[in-house]
């Protein structure tokens, strides 16, 4: 039989590599400003639903909501395993909260239609919220299974786990259709193929070819207006599709999603400013990294009942 | 649905008929967001044979404890705990409500703001009540402000829900301050009748097991912490050394827990636990501003990096720049011939 397997995926800025100047005024993130890369606990995710289709067949299928440059995460998953994937990207669905992305989500999902099991990371590194998980089940009125640690039994509708809970762990059973988090100790994600690699380097998407052949407008000096550029985009992605390298893209009418409901305006949250951090410091007391220096700053430590 | 002078709620998560602690923490600064709006606080209180906890609730705060007291309700399991929580919240109208940031709340309070469409701030470190001006210009009197830091450092983000009811935040254990009970103290409590439905009850629970904390690092007076700098799961012996010799408690970067240094439940920072310790050491660790937001507090900072520039500095009461593996051999040297 083997079980379908939706994996939503995110691409997110490296946050150990952030500066300053990622951030806009408006306090929204300067995503181009920082590397991006596969959320790491959406590789687990991933994983897990390859696992699951390598012992008992299915599909996975590998969706992303962001900008066109996130079918970078895309080709990775066909890289690692995935059968299909699909980018959900649209400008209206910019600055969506948690909240306006699951909606976003479950449309997405809702389109897709049959499902047995979806996947996601824990949560992501640039939020690290841990709530569109949650809510994209909430949305598809699904149960939802939340720090997975481990498939325990999948047997016909019937699915167990183990999942991670205050101070330790406990097993749960629970039937088909389910949303799971999956955790970054579940498992180690495979690394991409070789073959898969060579196979998949030349997907693409056409907001992607649009953007290239955009830039390459512009660098040969000519002009790069929407309508200079649809019909040479378009030619491409003929091609591309020919070749079966396109890679699906869904925007809010593909998916039937409520203009109201996604972008800013589906977002309850704002953010009302973002503030530097000004350190107060100054009354730093620097001690000299010597035997002396150790034994002063004890001494002190001990005159101020700080150590006893 | 939910009015602008409704009353403040929180969550209380309880295990074994014994209120987690950040529930109380929460009940705290509940409270004291609920005087500064002149509403009252509700406590929402789910579980099996816990009518018994609601005098607690109230020493800590509570005006009103709304009790869903049912077999099915035990032990925390997703629908069932949202069905009852969402109905008390449709039913109350709260303008708030507070959640642990624990893996109950985390994946509690996700599912009823979902459920409620409204907004939902995770991890906050601080939350206060103030005005906001939509770019619109719309004026907003008196929302709550969730504070937390945000992407990876050095940035305080305010997040504001203007025009949803009710406003929701989870809040992680340590970082708000428990308030002594004041067992004098009068409330309502108010029973919660228990509908649940067939679909609620698909997942089953087949085995639990909870281990009691073995890292105790919010009762720690001392805590010695390791970042990324310490280099290695071997070399965390050092900072266990200095621990033991001063008494006191292991604590650690997110980047040395996540480099596999050292294992997640001596985390300290936005994540992690909150400390306040009288001493708190901070052994090649950056100090990013998470780590900063649950370690500030401490009495006395000493920090030891290579980086003079290191943000932990600006935030120490005293700084070592050198090699920890040289200074904590010092420093340990020093203590046992004090």
Redesign the interface.
């Known amino acids: 039989m083997g079980y379908d397997c939706i994996v939503l995926v995110k691409q997110v800025?490296d946050?150990?590599n952030?500066t300053?100047q990622?951030?806009r005024e408006d306090?929204t993130?300067n995503r181009a400003a920082l590397p991006a890369i596969f959320n790491p606990e959406d590789l687990n995710a991933l994983e897990l639903a390859l696992q699951i289709r390598d012992a008992h067949g299915g599909t996975v299928k590998v969706i992303t909501m962001g900008p066109p440059s996130a079918c970078e995460v895309l080709r990775e998953a066909l890289y690692r395993g995935a059968d299909d994937v699909i980018l959900l990207t649209d400008r209206r669905f910019a600055a969506s909260?948690?909240?306006a992305t699951?909606y976003a989500l479950s449309c997405a999902v809702r389109k897709i239609g049959r499902f047995d099991i979806i996947l996601c990371g824990r949560q992501a590194?640039?939020?690290?919220?841990?709530?569109?998980?949650?809510?994209?089940?909430?949305?598809l009125g699904v149960?939802?299974?939340?720090?997975v640690e481990r498939l325990l039994r999948l047997d016909g509708d019937i699915i167990?786990v183990e999942r991670?809970?205050?101070?330790?762990?406990?097993?749960?059973?629970?039937?088909l259709p389910v949303l799971l988090t999956v955790c970054g100790t579940a498992n180690l994600p495979r690394p991409p193929s070789a073959k898969r690699l060579l196979a998949y380097r030349f997907h693409t998407c056409l907001p992607e070819i649009e953007n290239r052949v955009s830039q390459e407008l512009a660098a040969q000096g000519r002009s790069a207006r929407r309508e200079d550029v649809a019909p040479i985009a378009q030619a491409r992605a003929a091609e591309v599709q020919r070749l079966g390298r396109l890679i699906t893209v869904w925007d809010a009418e593909a998916v039937a999603a409520d203009p109201a409901l996604v972008g800013g305006n589906g977002?309850?949250?704002?953010?009302?400013?973002?503030?530097?951090?000004v350190?107060?410091?100054s009354?730093?007391?620097?001690?000299?990294?010597?035997?002396e220096?150790?034994?002063k700053?004890?001494?002190e430590?001990?005159h101020?009942h700080?150590?006893? | 649905m939910a009015s602008a002078d409704g009353p403040v709620a929180v969550f209380v998560e309880q295990d074994g008929g014994k209120a987690a602690e950040v529930s109380l923490e929460l009940l705290c600064k509940g409270r004291e967001l609920a005087d500064r709006l002149g509403v009252k606080l509700h406590a929402i209180l789910l579980g099996s044979g816990i009518s018994g906890l609601a005098d607690e609730l109230i020493a800590y705060g509570a005006d009103d404890v709304h009790v869903a007291d049912h077999p099915e309700l035990r032990y925390y399991r997703t629908r069932p705990y949202a069905r009852v929580v969402a109905e008390v919240i449709r039913r109350t109208s709260p303008q708030i409500v507070l959640y642990g940031a624990t893996h109950v709340g985390r994946d509690l309070a996700p599912r009823i703001a979902s459920e409620l469409r409204t907004g939902l701030t995770a991890d906050c470190t601080d939350l206060r009540v103030g005005d906001h001006t939509a770019p619109d210009g719309t004026v907003f009197k008196d929302l709550l402000y969730q504070i937390r830091p945000a992407f990876g450092g050095n940035i305080i983000a305010t997040i504001v829900c203007p025009g949803h009811r009710p406003q929701m935040a989870t809040v992680r254990e340590g970082v708000m301050r428990l308030g002594e009970p004041d067992r004098a103290r009068r409330g309502r409590v108010v029973p919660v009748d228990v509908a649940l439905k067939q679909e609620d009850l698909l997942v089953e629970i087949l085995r639990r097991e909870r281990k009691e904390k073995t890292v105790n690092l919010k009762g720690a007076r001392v805590i010695v912490a390791g970042g990324a700098g310490v280099g290695s799961a071997e070399n965390f012996r050092l900072i266990f050394q200095l621990a033991e010799v001063l008494g006191g408690e292991v604590g650690a970067s997110r980047s040395a827990v996540d480099r596999g240094f050292i294992s997640k439940e001596h985390q300290v920072g936005q994540t992690g636990t909150t400390v306040r310790p009288k001493l708190y050491i901070a052994c090649g660790i950056s100090g990013a501003v998470q780590h900063r937001a649950g370690m500030q507090e401490s009495a006395k900072i000493v920090a030891i990096n290579t980086d003079p520039d290191a943000p932990i500095f600006s935030i120490a009461h005293y700084g070592i720049v050198g090699d920890l593996n040289e200074v904590i051999p010092m420093l340990i040297r020093a203590y046992k011939s004090k």
Not at chain 1, 125 to 139: H, L, S, Y
């Open positions: 800025p946050t150990k952030i300053g990622a951030m306090g993130v909260d948690t909240l699951s590194i640039d939020g690290d919220t841990a709530q569109v998980g949650p809510q994209t089940a909430e949305k149960d939802q299974i939340t720090y167990e991670g809970i205050d101070g330790g762990v406990e097993r749960l059973r629970c039937r977002s309850p949250t704002k953010v009302k400013n973002i503030e530097s951090v350190l107060a410091g009354d730093l007391v620097l001690v000299e990294p010597t035997e220096g150790c034994r700053l004890i001494r430590l001990i101020e700080i150590l006893g």
